[in-house]
């Protein structure tokens, strides 16, 4: 089992549309849960970061932890034809370990 | 504040030959971490520098190596290319002022033919 389950879709959504990106992780080590975008040919750009569970708002984002279900949520809410790019969620178990575990990425197409 | 830069952009090698990656932190980042990205594993941690000291090592073979200099400033190597080696490998610098957000460059896409 991978440590950070991720579905690598494609998800295609209209704009406008909510969209819910989800992955599991299995290690109860981690704290730290990040969500990164990717867009074609770039390097991941970091969007979301929070620690421990809970929810985190910032703009259309709102990212989520369950950590008693080892759960990660971002969410998108009014989707733009801009947010088209692959998501990544990643964990880190924090301390003097900055090794990031990351899933595989989820490629978002949100159609105009 | 300037990113994270990585020189170069673009590599093509042929297999047996080595390979060095250069990667310039943000200004006053201390952490360095690289990680190769494919289509098949995703992104993979390769390692991480803290003070021009390995802190921290993937499960990667020997072939790749890396270091870090004084003024933070990381180069990684990889020796003996194998045509599996063909990846984005991107560089990644942290603050270490304890939110540990790591900031990522732009990649160095390498294709080993």
Redesign the interface.
């Known amino acids: 089992q991978k440590e950070v389950e991720q579905d690598p879709g494609p998800l295609s959504v209209p704009e406008g549309a909510i969209v819910s990106l989800n992955c599991t992780y299995s290690n109860s080590a981690f704290q730290?849960f990040?969500w990164?975008r990717q867009y074609s040919?770039?390097?991941?750009?970091?969007l979301m970061?929070t620690y421990s569970s809970g929810n985190k708002e910032d703009g259309r984002f709102t990212a989520q932890v369950d950590k008693s279900s080892k759960y990660i949520s971002l969410f998108i809410r009014d989707s733009q034809p801009s947010d088209s790019a692959t998501y990544?969620c990643?964990t880190?178990s924090?301390g003097?370990?900055?090794?990031?575990?990351?899933?595989?990425?989820t490629l978002l197409t949100v159609n105009p | 504040k300037a990113g994270?830069t990585q020189t170069p952009r673009y590599l093509i090698k042929t297999r047996g030959q080595q390979v060095t990656l250069s990667c310039s932190p943000i200004s006053g980042h201390r952490?360095v971490?690289w990680?190769q990205q494919t289509p098949g594993q995703?992104?993979?941690?390769l390692f991480?520098y803290?003070s021009e000291t390995q802190?921290?090592k993937?499960n990667f073979p020997g072939r790749f190596s890396g270091r870090q200099f004084s003024n933070s400033r990381s180069e990684m190597n990889v020796s003996t290319l194998e045509l599996g080696d063909s990846a984005l490998y991107?560089c990644?610098s942290?603050s270490t002022d304890g939110?540990?957000?790591?900031?990522?460059?732009?990649?160095t896409?390498l294709t080993v033919l």
């Open positions: 730290y990040m990164y040919r770039k390097g991941p750009e970091l970061y990544l990643a880190q924090g003097s370990n900055y090794k990031l575990t990351f899933g595989k990425g | 994270v952490s971490s990680y995703g992104l993979q941690f991480e803290f802190r921290n993937g991107l990644a942290s939110t540990d957000t790591q900031y990522f460059g732009p990649g896409r």
